[in-house]
């Protein structure tokens, strides 16, 4: 990063950006902001709080994944190294022992990942053989591990058999993906028939520990961000058609109603549906005409409607036509424009992990300022990857 003029601190980066003292060179810079006790914020440190974006070590950065406890960090790099801080309970940092980090460390020695993914216990990640691998928690089964013990988890990186895309995600207790051919398989826990199987529960909840189908259709995504889970599950099809299943207590499936569906409803009749995200109670997706839509649970006003109404079917959020991908917990969320413009809403009191200086909450997007090509936002914090 060079300056055209001046000499500021890290902490007046935006402001500059803004003003437009910032020269861009095309490296990738991590950033991240909010509640850092568990140093999962790379400063080095587990003291201090922020509430205005730090920068990680690095200028190669491409993905960052801080799942919702908001304990750990999961990122990606441009060469295909994948990188992991914070703590580690049950190995679910990947480095084959359960010690603690506050800065970035390599998982392993690979250049070939492509795709992440993690929750608060599990992480995933593909790379371009078409391997899938997964380490960390293993309560429910959902490291596809079929010869696992109840709460054993693994502290290193194990495969996954068959060949996968780039469209995969997982929960603390469930799994799903998408393999090269189009078909989905999900597995974990089997709660309010979020995997999908045409059944609501499995004997004491633990589901499947292998993989198993989703129907016989050939015609998944394979598109990276098509597929998300929570309670609910998210799913976009090769057509663009979105398909929900799972809990519904909220109105977070979509369809007009709080019914509770075992196995993949579609999602009225339209063909655009690009990146999809679900967490809790309510669920977000981006249509392929840049139009942002969110629905289900909003009490905190993170559905982004300038309000704190529950909706039941897709809402857009505003008019614009701008949008491409966009993140959820159960109380934030975010958005990226094409632009590479950021916007963040819903609570942002209780530790100013939206970056926007404050401890304001908005009900409707707020833009973050500067570029940015990819974000991640959980309860507690923030990560924003800035591309200079």
Do not use: C
């Given at each position: 990063?060079a300056?055209k003029q001046?000499?500021?601190t890290?902490?007046?980066?935006?402001?500059?950006?803004?003003?437009g003292?910032v020269?861009?060179t095309g490296?990738?810079?991590?950033?991240m902001?909010g509640q850092n006790?568990?140093g999962?914020?790379?400063?080095?440190s587990t003291?201090t709080q922020?509430s205005?974006?730090?920068?990680?070590?690095?200028?190669t950065?491409s993905?960052?994944i801080t799942?919702?406890?908001g304990n750990?960090?999961?990122?990606?790099?441009t060469?295909?190294?994948?990188?992991?801080w914070?703590?580690d309970?049950?190995?679910?940092?990947?480095?084959?022992?359960?010690?603690p980090?506050s800065?970035?460390i390599q998982?392993?020695?690979g250049?070939g990942?492509?795709?992440i993914?993690?929750?608060t216990n599990?992480s995933?990640?593909?790379?371009t053989?078409g391997e899938?691998w997964?380490w960390?928690?293993n309560?429910y089964?959902?490291l596809?591990?079929i010869?696992?013990t109840a709460?054993?988890?693994?502290?290193s990186?194990?495969?996954v058999?068959?060949?996968?895309?780039?469209?995969?995600?997982?929960?603390?207790s469930?799994?799903?993906?998408?393999?090269?051919?189009?078909?989905?398989w999900?597995?974990?826990?089997?709660y309010?028939g979020?995997l999908?199987?045409?059944?609501?529960?499995?004997p004491?909840?633990?589901g499947?520990?292998s993989?198993v189908?989703?129907?016989?259709?050939t015609t998944?995504?394979?598109?990276?961000?098509?597929l998300n889970l929570s309670?609910?599950?998210?799913?976009v099809?090769?057509d663009?058609?979105l398909?929900?299943w799972?809990?519904?207590g909220?109105?977070?499936?979509g369809l007009?109603?709080?019914?509770?569906?075992?196995?993949?409803?579609?999602?009225g009749?339209?063909?655009t549906w690009?990146?999809?995200?679900?967490f809790g109670g309510?669920s977000?997706?981006?249509k392929t005409?840049?139009?942002?839509?969110?629905w289900?649970y909003?009490?905190?006003?993170?559905?982004?409607h300038?309000?704190?109404?529950?909706?039941?079917s897709?809402?857009?959020v505003?008019?614009?036509?701008d949008?491409?991908?966009t993140?959820?917990n159960e109380t934030?969320a975010?958005a990226?424009?094409?632009?590479?413009t950021?916007?963040?809403w819903?609570?942002?009191?209780?530790?100013?992990?939206q970056g926007h200086?404050n401890l304001?909450?908005?009900?409707?997007?707020?833009?973050v300022?500067g570029?940015y090509?990819?974000?991640?936002i959980?309860?507690?914090?923030?990560g924003?990857?800035?591309e200079?």
């Amino acid at each position: 990063m060079a300056l055209k003029q001046n000499t500021w601190t890290l902490n007046n980066w935006y402001d500059q950006d803004v003003a437009g003292n910032v020269s861009y060179t095309g490296e990738q810079q991590l950033f991240m902001a909010g509640q850092n006790t568990t140093g999962v914020l790379g400063q080095n440190s587990t003291t201090t709080q922020y509430s205005s974006p730090v920068q990680v070590p690095g200028t190669t950065w491409s993905e960052i994944i801080t799942p919702n406890a908001g304990n750990r960090a999961l990122a990606l790099k441009t060469d295909g190294t994948i990188w992991t801080w914070g703590p580690d309970v049950e190995g679910n940092l990947g480095l084959n022992d359960q010690i603690p980090r506050s800065s970035p460390i390599q998982i392993g020695s690979g250049t070939g990942w492509t795709a992440i993914a993690a929750a608060t216990n599990a992480s995933m990640a593909t790379n371009t053989d078409g391997e899938l691998w997964m380490w960390g928690y293993n309560n429910y089964g959902q490291l596809a591990n079929i010869q696992h013990t109840a709460y054993k988890g693994r502290s290193s990186p194990i495969q996954v058999p068959g060949e996968w895309s780039e469209n995969i995600t997982t929960t603390a207790s469930r799994t799903g993906a998408v393999k090269t051919d189009g078909t989905l398989w999900m597995w974990g826990q089997n709660y309010a028939g979020v995997l999908g199987q045409n059944r609501s529960f499995t004997p004491n909840y633990k589901g499947y520990s292998s993989p198993v189908q989703v129907g016989s259709d050939t015609t998944w995504s394979t598109s990276k961000g098509r597929l998300n889970l929570s309670v609910a599950t998210l799913a976009v099809k090769t057509d663009g058609t979105l398909w929900t299943w799972g809990s519904n207590g909220n109105g977070q499936l979509g369809l007009n109603n709080k019914t509770e569906y075992s196995s993949p409803v579609q999602v009225g009749s339209d063909t655009t549906w690009g990146w999809v995200m679900t967490f809790g109670g309510s669920s977000a997706a981006v249509k392929t005409d840049g139009t942002l839509w969110s629905w289900g649970y909003n009490n905190l006003g993170m559905l982004g409607h300038n309000n704190q109404t529950e909706y039941s079917s897709p809402k857009q959020v505003g008019s614009g036509t701008d949008w491409s991908k966009t993140w959820q917990n159960e109380t934030t969320a975010a958005a990226l424009k094409t632009d590479g413009t950021a916007w963040m809403w819903g609570r942002n009191s209780q530790r100013g992990k939206q970056g926007h200086n404050n401890l304001t909450d908005y009900s409707s997007p707020k833009q973050v300022p500067g570029n940015y090509i990819w974000l991640d936002i959980n309860n507690y914090n923030a990560g924003f990857i800035k591309e200079l």
